[in-house]
């Protein structure tokens, strides 16, 4: 029982696909490259270059000839500069500055200089990927000079479309100032995204006459136009083989060698964008070369640097973790010690160490001023995620590898727990084995990390406790009374001044989150104002028994969903995103505002929103009975399937709302994230859309750059994908994806026979070219539907992913189609009961007997969903005592 669901698949594939490992022992790596596995595969040579500077990278990339797999992944790196830098090989331009297994970051750099005397008044500068399998997912540029427009080439160059103009600033400008400020005087800003070139033009304003006058002092903005990008990254795949299914055909150059690794098709879908690899299983590493996947190997028990800071004020910090390079067994472990006055120990941005407790395999944390945020990640690029902890939890579960204890032991020189008298064990997140952890044994205390870190505890440890607790008595008599009133005081004032802090905090993020607009929207509408709320913090700290862990129904890419219970009693979903960036606030009010207007049978109720955390809470209706994705994948082991009236009813209905939120509402919403996940069923399992908008508000960050395009991995329309437009077709190809999810009963990745990964629209559009639709239909399918019916749900599928979105239909088409079929089939029902009632009951009327077995099925058997029940039961239990005790 679950509801606005950051899918099972959006989780899965977060998981899949976060932080492709790429740590590895490079010795190994450049050691094995003569055993050739495929045969003529071409692999780096003996003793390539892995590193520039302090950056590393691996292969398929290289430095030099036979060191990378195609001219393309062909680096250079520049020494003559004081710090060296890493190039594409012959692209002066573009220069990688962080290195990742489907991604690189890059910085673009030009100067072009100007012409003085009028001659020339266009200058260009165009970029372009260093091969097919190369996309600029995004680039942020701050382009500097003086006196001109900028233009971005379209279409082959046949158009232009004006980007921003750029005047000349004071004289005493400089252009590190313009740079800074970049609001059109010296400088502006221009964003791409999604693109394998482009091509800029700078055309002078005053075709160069002006600058021909007598500026003594004129800056040298004038000079020169500098195009430097402020955060720029490419996406990068295999591209010699389209998909993983033809290149595991094509073995002599397939580029998964290593054991352990896997194949994943490219994030293009039906580009044809070729494939990417990574290691799976536990195993980590470059999955490029041969045993490049090894188990994680990051730990190493040796410190490297003598006399380290064991301390930070007066926080000790212990080996494993350290603060100076050298002194930690793991870049995870490196801590960051920011203010030894006032004992500041640095998790990651977000976080403090207020504590480590080694013994326990813990660490107490606490937000760090100004942060407020709900789950607790450290990312460190290549390093496995061995921190568990979420909710407002304050302690933090560690370990140290992630490897069992038995595969620790086998390898002595890595092993974590290197003093006398420890023991290993393992960590255990609630669904997943983490790594293993060191302790002393018992009647042993101190640090297993170290030698002889472990004493034996004291024997006559019972009668010191009793002198202590003596003295304790007397000096507690003695001053009791007056440390009691001052501790009282100081609790008094230390809890007003931090109610007061938090006031204000809220109060700025109140205004931050632009309450007002809000409020001014609302009231402007007298039929919102009665539905939507602006519920304040503490509200929604009661509903969720102050966010209580256990109260997290759903989590992954797109931010945490409690469930709550109003003080009008009514059962509620909180849903937190993850940051918004500054300029997309009042899109996404104004898009809170559309939304609470709506009242669509099946479209997922807001009720109102928080806009006093740094992120907007927004407060949905509950859906109990999860979503269709559940429902369709995971009930293979209860034995239950929806019927397919069911899906026919459900795929028109949710059809029907996004019509609904294209057309019919004020204004055009594209919901951006149509999946079957996001597809949730009631009690009467009547469909319900959530989730519109939220892919919107996914921010694009380094970390999480992958995973957006990747969460909606197998449902992205490769038009937005290429062209970065999106529009209301996007929907409908997501909305095609379900379609075949319904007919086939398969998720929207599968796994082939071969073992690769694969689109189910890919496989789909494929099988349909090559046998009858009804062969590939999901047996249940087959039998219930006709045959009519199958083809013409595959044909509007079908047509629904075309890969020009001029010739998908439109949501609305789309909608009728589907009922068309709906009314159809019901009247050949009433032909059948009528006519032949004791003969043919099989086609229709399972339906309503199945709906029966439907909720029972649903009430335990499998995992996930007694799960889910209990959870529910548990809210069931919440309510029914909020019931009892009012407050
Ligand atoms: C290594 O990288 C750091 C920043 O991460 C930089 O400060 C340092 O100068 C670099 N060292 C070399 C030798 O490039
Ligand atoms: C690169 O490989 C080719 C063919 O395998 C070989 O002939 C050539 O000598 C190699 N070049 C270098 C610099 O190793
Ligand atoms: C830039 O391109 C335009 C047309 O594409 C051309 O007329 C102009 O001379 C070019 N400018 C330079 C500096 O090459
Ligand atoms: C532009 O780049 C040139 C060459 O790198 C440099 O000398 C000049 O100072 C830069 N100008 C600005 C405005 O950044
Ligand atoms: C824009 O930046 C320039 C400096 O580059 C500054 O002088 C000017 O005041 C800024 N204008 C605004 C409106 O902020
Ligand atoms: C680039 O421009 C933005 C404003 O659009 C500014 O905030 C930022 O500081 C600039 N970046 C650099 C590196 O100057
Ligand atoms: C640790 O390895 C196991 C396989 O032994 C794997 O299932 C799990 O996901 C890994 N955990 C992390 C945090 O990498
Ligand atoms: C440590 O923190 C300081 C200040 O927040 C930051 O500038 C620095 O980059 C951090 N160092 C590391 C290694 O994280
Ligand atoms: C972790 O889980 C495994 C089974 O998945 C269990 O055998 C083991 O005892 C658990 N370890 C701890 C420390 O809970």
Known sequence: MRLLPDSPLLLCVVLVFTAIPSEQDSSGVLGTSQS???GSNALPAAGCPRSCGNLTFDYPFGIGSNCSRSPAFSLTCDSTTQTPRLYFEDDSITEVVAYGSTWLQISLSQAIPIMHGGVVSTYNMSWKSSGSGFTLFYANLNITGCDFDIYQLQDRHASSVKLCTVTCPDAGITDKVARQNCNGTGCCSVNLDVLEAFQLQFVLRSHGRARLGTHTSRSSLWDSINVTSTDAEILWSIVDQPTCASAMDDSANYACVSNHSNCYDGLGGRLDLGYICRCDGGYRGNPYVPNGCSRDKGYNPKEQKENCQRSCGNISVPFPFGLEEGCFARRLFQLNCTNTASSSLQFDDEHQVTRIHINEGLVDIKYTPLYEQEMFRVYVSNEPGLYIGSGESSSVQWAVANLTCHEAMQNKSGYACVSISSTCLGVNSTDDYIGYRCK????????????????????NGESTKKQNLLLGIVIGLSSGIGILLLGLCATVLLRKWKRDIKKQQRKKYFQKNKGLLLEQLISSDENASEKTKIFTLEDLEKATNNFDPTRIIGHGGHGMVYKGILSDQRVVAIKRSKNIEEGEISQFINEVAILSQINHRNIVKLFGCCLETEVPLLVYDFISNGSLFEILHSSSSSGFS??????????????????????????????????????????NYTAKVSDF??????????????????????????????????????????????????????????????GSKQNLSNYFLWEMKTRPTKEIVATQVCEEATEEEINSIASLAEMCLRLNSGERPTMKQVEMNLQLLRTKRSNSCHVVQDNAEEIQPLLCTGAESRYETFSITLGGSSNAESQYSQRFNSLEHDFKSSLGTPH
């Open 440 to 459: 002393c044994l018992h009647g042993f205390q101190g640090n297993p990390y170290i030698h002889n870190g472990c004493q034996a505890l004291p024997i």
């Open 693 to 754: 908008g939220a892919s919107r508000l996914v921010p694009i960050d380094q970390t999480h750059v992958v995973t957006n395009i990747q969460g909606t991995f197998g449902y992205l329309d490769p038009e937005y994908y290429h062209t970065g437009q999106l529009n209301d077709k996007s929907d409908v190809y997501s909305f095609g994806v379900v379609l075949v999810e319904l007919l086939l009963r398969r998720e929207p990745i599968i796994t082939s026979e071969t």
């Open 642 to 683: 929806l019927s397919w009236d069911d899906c026919l009813r459900i795929a028109a209905e949710a059809a029907g709302a996004l019509y609904y939120l294209h057309s019919a509402a004020s204004v055009s919403i594209f919901h951006r994230d149509v999946k079957s996940s996001n597809i949730l069923l009631d009690s």
């Open 36 to 38: 050739q596995a495929g």
